[in-house]
């Protein structure tokens, strides 16, 4: 069922696990992150970068293959669709469109800015039963455009974002989006547990997934972190499986150009990968 995604990461907050948050880019990662999350049983959030929504023609389109998509495959297991990294105008849009979960990254304004215009989208996304993510402290990296340093977050402004009645908060704890260079120096648990410690209950949010040693996703999970997002890792295996069929010449045998032919490995590598992450947050039989 498509829902917000505040009782499921109440849930895995209690529970010391996390739901992942699988970005999608076109009916093909749609359907492997759905089927996989039904097989394992596992809730789930389907993340929608404001660029992947332009690339789908917009997030009224999106919504609607999502919940078609959901209906059709019978999908039984807590489903969240969820705008990753919007903007002010982008939340508005979302929520208009029918999404059951917003994040407004306000992390590049003015604290006092972010503030605001976080507080007023939680009253909107609230009011239609939607769940809402706020950021403080810009996570690194580039992701469709979303340009960030980032910076760790001031607990004490966490705190504030916190308290205003989010029902996620991303906080910028050395995380980077995209691939990890060779010299990164890791999480920041210090800053973690201090953000942990000053909010309490508030399920926490871990940006960049793609390349954190297990180790420190396993320890980010037991200082509050209840919702992870992966996405380079995706596009990289699903990449590698589509660049190898072409390599192998299968697309030239038969009917191997048929577009669903040509599409399945890489479709075959996202849900494989997705099943290795739900593993690794310990999501699987939590729906």
């Known amino acids: 069922m498509l829902v917000s995604a505040a009782e499921m990461l109440r849930k895995a907050k209690e529970g ?111 009011s239609k039963g939607m769940s809402i993510e706020a950021e403080v402290g810009a996570i690194g990296g580039e992701e469709d455009g979303v340009i960030g340093m980032g910076e760790c977050a001031d607990p004490n402004e966490c705190k504030m974002i916190a308290d205003l009645g989010v029902d996620m908060l991303a906080a910028g704890i050395g995380n980077i989006h995209g691939v990890y260079p060779p010299d990164w120096k890791g999480l920041s648990f210090e800053t973690l547990d201090a953000i942990q410690k000053l909010t309490g209950k508030m399920p926490l949010v871990l940006h960049g997934g793609t390349g954190i040693p297990d180790d420190q996703i396993k320890k980010a999970i037991s200082l509050g972190v209840s919702k992870i997002n992966v996405n380079t890792e995706c596009q990289l295996v699903f990449a590698a499986a589509t660049r190898k069929y072409i390599e192998e010449g299968k697309d030239q045998k038969g009917k191997g150009f048929d577009p669903r032919k040509l599409l399945l490995p890489g479709t075959i590598a996202i849900g494989d990968k997705v099943k290795e992450k739900m593993e690794l947050f310990g999501s699987v039989d939590k729906a």
Do not use: R
């Not at 996390?18 to 880019?25: D, L």
């Not at 359907?31 to 389907?46: C, F, G, Q, R, Y």
């Not at 332009?54 to 293959?65: E, N, Q």
């Not at 503030?115 to 909107?124: H, P």
């Open 16 to 126: 010391h696990y996390a739901v992942g948050q699988f970005n999608i880019n076109n009916l093909e990662w749609t359907k492997a992150v759905l089927t996989t999350a039904e097989e394992l049983h596992s809730p789930v959030i389907l993340g929608v970068s404001m660029g992947a929504g332009k690339y789908m023609t917009g997030y009224k389109t999106v919504a609607a293959m999502v919940k078609a998509m959901h209906d059709s495959l019978g999908i039984t297991v807590p489903v969240c669709l969820h705008l990753d990294h919007g903007d002010y105008d982008a939340a508005k849009a979302c929520i208009e469109a029918g999404f059951t979960s917003i994040m407004f990254d306000g992390s590049h304004l003015p604290f006092d800015e972010n503030l605001a215009k976080t507080t007023e989208l939680i009253g909107i996304a609230h």
